[in-house]
C-alpha cells in the first residue's frame, strides 16, 4: 500500500512539472526594451531573407571577376574528289582581358559588396524602426490598461457601495443606473484598450520572427534622457543609411565608369591550333584581339559619366531634403514634448479623482456631479497620455536617425 501511495505521489508530480514546463514554453518571455529589439535583429524573417540574399549577391559578384570558360572547337572536313586526305582541326582558345581592367572591375566588386551589405543595414534599420515606434505604443496601452483599470475598480467600487444603498431604500433606481452605467463604461474602455494592446504584442511577435514576446515597460527610453541638439542630429543625417547608400551608388557608379574606359581596350585570345591532315600534323599557338570600331565602348562611356554625375545631383538633394525632414521632425518633437510635460505637470498638481470622491461623500455635490466632473478629469488625463505617447512616437523617428 505503502509503495502504491509512493508511486501516485510521484505520478502527481511528474504530472505538474510536465504542466508547468508547458506553461513556460507557451507563455511569452518578457524583455526590456533594448532586449527586444536584439531580439528582433536577430530573428525577424525578412532580415533573415535579406542576409541570405546578401551572401547570394556577394558570391554573384565574386563570379564576375572570374575568367570566361575556354573555348574548344574541333571540325572535321572531307576531302574532295577522293584522292584529297581529310582534315581535322582542333582548338583550344582563352579570353584574356588586361590588368588594368581586371583591377577595376576587382575595384567594382568591392563597391558592389559594400552596398549589398549596406542594403542589408538600412532593411535593418528600417524594421528596428518599426519596432521602436511599436514599443512606443505598447508603452502608451501598458501606461492606458494601468489608469482604466483604476477607473474600473473605482467604478466598481461605487457601484457595490450604490447597490447597497438602493437596497437600504437611499436612493432611487436612476441613480443606481447612473453608477451601472459608469462602471460598465469602464469596463468597456479597458477591454477595448487590452485588444488594441493585444494586437501591438501580436504585431510585435510578428516582428521577432512568430516568437512571442511580451514587454511590461511604462517608461519611456527618453523619460530621462535628454535628447541630442539639432545640430547633433542634422550632422547624423547627413551621413545617414540611405544618404551613405546613395554615396555608396556614387563610387559605384564611378568605379563602372573606369571599368568603360578600361573596356576600350582590345581583349585578347591566346590558345593552341593543330591541324591534322594523313601524314601531315600542324601543332601551334593562336592570338587574336577585339578591333573597337563601332564606338560601342565611347557610349557606355558616355552613360557611365552620366550617371556619375545623377548619383551626385541626387545625394546633393538627398542632404538638403534630410536637413529640412530632420529640422522640421526636431521641432515637432519638442512641440510635442513641451505640451506632454505641461499636462503632466498639470495633471501631478491636482487629485480630482479624490477630491470629487470626498466632496460626493460629504454632500457637497450630486451623483450626477460627480460623475460629469470626474468625466471631465479622465479626459484630461487620457489626453496626458496622448500627448507622451505622441511625443516620444516623434522621438522615436529622430532617433532612427541616429542608427
Not at 85 to 107: A, C, E, F, Y
Not at 265 to 270: E, H
Not at 354 to 377: P, V
Not at 398 to 403: G, H, K, N, S
Request: glycine share 4%; with cysteine.
Amino acid at each position: 500500500m505503502t509503495r502504491l501511495l509512493n508511486y501516485f505521489i510521484l505520478l502527481v508530480l511528474a504530472f505538474c512539472v510536465r504542466t508547468l514546463s508547458a506553461q513556460n514554453a507557451t507563455c511569452p518571455l518578457a524583455y526590456g526594451w533594448t532586449e527586444i529589439l536584439t531580439q528582433v535583429a536577430k530573428n525577424n524573417t525578412t532580415l533573415v531573407a535579406a542576409a541570405e540574399g546578401l551572401k547570394v549577391q556577394q558570391l554573384a559578384n565574386k563570379a564576375e571577376l572570374a575568367l570566361p570558360d575556354p573555348e574548344f572547337e574541333f571540325d572535321y572536313g572531307f576531302g574532295q574528289p577522293k584522292s584529297v586526305p581529310n582534315r581535322t582541326n582542333i582548338s583550344v582558345t582563352q579570353t584574356l582581358d588586361w590588368g588594368v581592367l581586371l583591377g577595376r572591375r576587382r575595384k567594382l566588386a568591392e563597391w558592389s559588396n559594400k552596398q549589398a551589405a549596406l542594403d542589408y543595414r538600412v532593411k535593418l534599420g528600417e524594421v528596428l524602426k518599426e519596432t521602436d515606434r511599436t514599443l512606443t505604443s505598447v508603452v502608451y496601452y501598458n501606461k492606458l490598461c494601468h489608469e482604466l483599470q483604476q477607473r474600473k475598480d473605482l467604478a466598481d467600487e461605487m457601484r457595490t457601495l450604490y447597490q447597497k444603498k438602493f437596497n437600504e431604500g437611499d436612493i432611487s433606481q436612476i441613480e443606481l443606473n447612473k453608477v451601472q452605467l459608469n462602471a460598465a463604461v469602464s469596463l468597456a474602455e479597458l477591454t477595448r484598450a487590452k485588444a488594441e494592446r493585444a494586437q501591438l504584442v501580436k504585431h510585435l511577435q510578428h516582428l521577432n520572427g512568430g516568437i512571442a514576446v511580451e514587454m511590461n515597460d511604462t517608461v519611456y527610453p527618453t523619460s530621462n534622457n535628454q535628447l541630442p541638439s539639432l545640430s547633433e542630429l542634422q550632422q547624423a543625417a547627413q551621413v545617414s543609411l540611405p544618404i551613405t547608400s546613395m554615396m555608396i551608388d556614387r563610387e559605384q557608379s564611378r568605379a563602372a565608369l573606369k571599368v568603360a574606359q578600361a573596356d576600350a581596350l582590345p581583349a585578347f585570345t591566346v590558345g593552341f591550333a593543330g591541324e591534322y591532315v594523313k601524314d601531315n600534323n600542324y601543332n601551334g599557338l593562336s592570338f587574336g584581339f577585339t578591333l573597337p570600331l563601332w564606338g560601342n565602348t565611347r557610349r557606355k562611356v558616355k552613360q557611365a559619366k552620366d550617371e556619375l554625375a545623377m548619383r551626385q545631383f541626387n545625394i546633393d538633394d538627398a542632404k538638403l531634403q534630410q536637413a529640412y525632414q530632420t529640422e522640421e521632425q526636431y521641432n515637432e518633437a519638442m512641440q510635442l514634448k513641451a505640451t506632454a510635460n505641461q499636462l503632466t505637470l498639470n495633471m501631478q498638481q491636482m487629485d480630482n479623482a479624490h477630491l470629487l470622491r470626498r466632496s460626493l461623500d460629504l454632500g457637497q455635490i450630486s451623483l450626477l456631479d460627480y460623475l460629469l466632473e470626474l468625466s471631465f478629469y479622465y479626459t484630461a488625463r487620457t489626453a496626458q497620455l496622448e500627448a507622451e505617447r505622441d511625443a516620444n512616437l516623434a522621438i522615436s523617428d529622430l532617433r532612427a536617425t541616429l542608427w
